[in-house]
Nanobody, 122 residues
Framework: QLAESGGGLVQAGGSLRLTCAAS????????MAWFRQAPGKEREFVAT????????YYSEAVEGRFTISRDNAKKTMDLEMSRLKPEDTAVYYC?????????????????WGQGTQVTVSS
């Protein structure tokens, strides 16, 4: 089970930190990711990280502005978002998969949170 928190309203150029809290015993070996879905658009990949935090991938849209991290002892994953833009406005979802290899493909993720709204005003 996954649960996101930390969303909210922020001005363009500002920062937010999202957190995903996980339950279960296999978190440390699971690859985790963030996806987002803007109104009227498909859910898209944002960032992913493997269990050991040795592999991270980012979408081009957020590369250099967002940072994904995890704490296996706390069973949490974070997304630090900076220099936010209005086009970052979306519902952000936490996702997990049992495979140790991270993926940018939505359909490969088995577990999903309910999402948290991020709104960036111009």
């Amino acid at each position: 089970q996954l649960a996101e928190s930390g969303g909210g309203l922020v001005q363009a150029g500002g920062s937010l930190r999202l957190t995903c809290a996980a339950s279960g015993t296999t978190f440390s070996s699971a690859s985790m990711a963030w996806f987002r879905q803007a109104p009227g658009k498909e859910r898209e990949f944002v960032a992913t990280i493997n269990g050991l935090s040795t592999i991270r991938y980012y979408s081009e849209a957020v590369e250099g502005r967002f940072t994904i991290s995890r704490d296996n002892a706390k069973k949490t994953m974070d997304l630090e978002m900076s220099r936010l833009k209005p086009e970052d406005t979306a519902v952000y979802y936490c996702a997990g998969r049992s495979d140790t290899l991270p993926s940018t493909t939505r359909r490969l993720y088995e577990y999903w949170g309910q999402g948290t709204q991020v709104t960036v005003s111009s």
